[in-house]
T-cell receptor, first 116, second 116 residues
Framework: NAGVTQTPKFRVLKTGQSMTLLCAQD?????MYWYRQDPGMGLRLIHY???????AKGEVPDGYNVSRLKKQNFLLGLESAAPSQTSVYFC???????????????FGPGTRLTVL | AQSVTQLDSQVPVFEEAPVELRCNYS??????LFWYVQYPNQGLQLLLK??????LVKGINGFEAEFNKSQTSFHLRKPSVHISDTAEYFC??????????????FGQGTTLQVKP
């Protein structure tokens, strides 16, 4: 199993450009999450999904959109990038089914995004 | 609303010395508690978790944590650290079972710097 993978690993955007970050998991997990990590602020939840076709807002959703068309993929979109969105983005998944590890989030390696 | 406070942003310690990383949380409902570790340029990896039962929880790499409900704390300890323990450590809280989203609220992170 590859676990949770994220594409791309690095990206530099200019203000106003758009892009999509892809998160993929091969563990058949129901729940998926997008976080951003900024120095001194820990990780903050942007959006999450509790199943295919569902999405919900997290703590800092403004400026981002998401889609979960397939169970294994969770896309994060920036329609018009701003310098304030410079961050490291992490995706995570969670099986949420009874059994070992059902309450644990599994994280991808991250995407480092710079908006100039 | 829940919150997590990690009381130290940086903890320098010499190799083979003991270490304690402090975490306090606030919540009006029962919570699950987690410690994650992030090595440089990597994603987050679960160290240990408290769901219920024994208040002393043992995790990977010789780490352990103690849940103290009266003091709303979940401090992480290791009796003897190694250079390879140098990393950032995050405390997190989930409000399951009162909420079924599995969302995590993270603390700000503590950088553990182990010196030779």
């Amino acid at each position: 199993n590859a676990g949770v993978t994220q594409t791309p690993k690095f990206r530099v955007l200019k203000t106003g450009q758009s892009m999509t970050l892809l998160c993929a998991q091969d563990m058949n997990h129901e729940y998926m999450y997008w976080y951003r990590q900024d120095p001194g602020m820990g990780l903050r939840l942007i959006h999450y999904s509790v199943g295919e076709g569902t999405t919900a807002k997290g703590e800092v959703p403004d400026g981002y959109n998401v889609s979960r068309l397939k169970k294994q993929n969770f896309l994060l979109g920036l329609e018009s990038a701003a310098p304030s969105q410079t961050s490291v983005y992490f995706c995570a998944s969670n099986p949420r089914q009874p059994g070992t590890g059902w309450d644990t989030q599994y994280f991808g390696p991250g995407t480092r995004l710079t908006v100039l | 609303a829940q919150s997590v406070t990690q009381l130290d942003s940086q903890v320098p310690v010499f190799e083979e010395a003991p270490v304690e990383l402090r975490c306090n949380y606030s919540s009006s409902v029962s919570v699950y508690l987690f410690w994650y570790v992030q090595y440089p340029n990597q994603g987050l990896q679960l160290l240990l978790k408290y769901l219920s039962g024994s208040t002393l929880v043992k995790g990977i790499n010789g780490f352990e944590a103690e849940f103290n409900k009266s003091q709303t704390s979940f401090h992480l300890r290791k009796p003897s650290v190694h250079i390879s323990d140098t990393a950032e450590y995050f405390c997190a809280v989930s409000d399951y079972p009162s909420s079924n989203t599995g969302k995590l609220i993270f603390g700000q992170g503590t950088t553990l710097q182990v010196k030779p």
